[in-house]
């Protein structure tokens, strides 16, 4: 197998993984949306409230994530710890969003190889970050 072969089948393997988490974290980053805007509303607060609430979840996220990626022992920190490729954990929100499209057409990583849950809440808790951002700069959600 050429050497050319070899790192072609690794960026692929790469960009399926990626694709995995991405997915995953747009989903869950448009049902945080929805859930928070929805309430927002119907609590009288509006988009404000609703964006508040969107910050407030992306840092949760982000903080479960981190303690859950975080060593356990600093033997695992010197060993390099839990990384982000893991096992399989298929929980039942994965198998929905693995079901929607473009997830459903691209084959899926090995379970050895897929990013772990606490990784991709960490994505998607940047990504809720991000649209609260959005929403405050360029909708001018005050």
């Known amino acids: 197998m050429s050497q050319q072969t070899v790192h072609r089948k690794r960026l692929q393997a790469v960009l399926r ?8 974290g747009v989903v869950l980053t448009v049902v945080a949306t929805t859930v928070a805007v929805v309430t927002g509303i119907a609590t009288g607060g509006g988009f404000v409230r609703g964006k508040i609430l969107l910050f407030v979840t ?9 303690a859950k990626l ?35 057409w691209i084959e899926p990583p090995p379970p050895e190889d897929r990013m772990t849950l606490e990784g991709k809440l960490f994505l998607s808790g940047c990504l809720v970050l991000v649209v609260s951002f959005l929403m405050e700069t360029w909708l001018g959600i005050q």
């Open 70 to 104: 975080w060593p356990s022992s600093r033997q695992d920190g010197q060993s390099g710890g839990r990384s982000l490729p893991g096992g399989a954990q298929a929980t039942q929100f994965q198998t929905i969003v693995s079901t929607l499209p473009p997830l459903r």
């Open 58 to 66: 992306g840092w949760v996220l982000l903080a479960y994530a981190t």
């Open 17 to 24: 993984v990626w694709i995995d988490a991405l997915g995953y």
